[in-house]
């Protein structure tokens, strides 16, 4: 059987560390990840966390060049199960609500939007604008996914890592990605 496959995006939004931590949970899952970083995000790597910006990248499957359009994410040939973009700024927002690609992670997500895949976009901003959620209405309407960063706390996390899990385990459900990074709610109520 085909290996999943997904583009993994990061963009330059504070909550960097959602975006390292789904790359590690999928390699950890052996999900093989497709990485665009925008120079904001690798700059939010040095700002938010004490990784640098090639152990982040170290942590994909491949990497590709934000600035390169010759890329197989370029086109919408590219075979794979989704695309998330983990944390997503309301730069790149307006971006792809627009069809402005002009970087290669707005337009592989222009790509996924046009070829009906799973398109997830993980925004931490708040407070949230009219602009800001006019744009996100626009996506929604487009057949993407908005997934804010915003944890629930019915699994009783016991530390940021149980509140950046719970994040990520919600992206892995939209995509149908089997995982155990958090405790369903009576999960227990189900078998
Ligand atoms: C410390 C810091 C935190 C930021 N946090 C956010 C944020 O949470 N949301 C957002 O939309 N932009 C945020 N920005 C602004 C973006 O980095 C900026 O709009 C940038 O153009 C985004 O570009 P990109 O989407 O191509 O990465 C932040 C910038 C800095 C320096």
Known sequence: MAKTRIIVALSGASGIVYGSRLLEAARELGVETDLIMTDLAARMVEIETSLDPDQVTALAT??????????????????????????????????????????????????????????????????????HLRNMLVLAEAGAVILPACPGFYHRPQNIQGLVDHVVGKVFDILAIDHQLYNRWREGDMS
């Open 62 to 131: 491949r990497v590709h060049d934000n600035f390169d359009f010759t890329s197989p994410l370029a086109s919408g040939s590219a075979r794979h199960q989704g695309m998330i973009v983990i944390p997503c700024s309301m730069k790149t927002v307006a971006g792809i609500a627009c069809g402005f690609s002009d970087n290669l992670l707005l337009r592989a997500a222009d790509c996924t939007l046009k070829e009906h895949r799973p398109l997830v976009l993980v925004p931490r901003e708040t407070p949230l604008s009219a602009i």
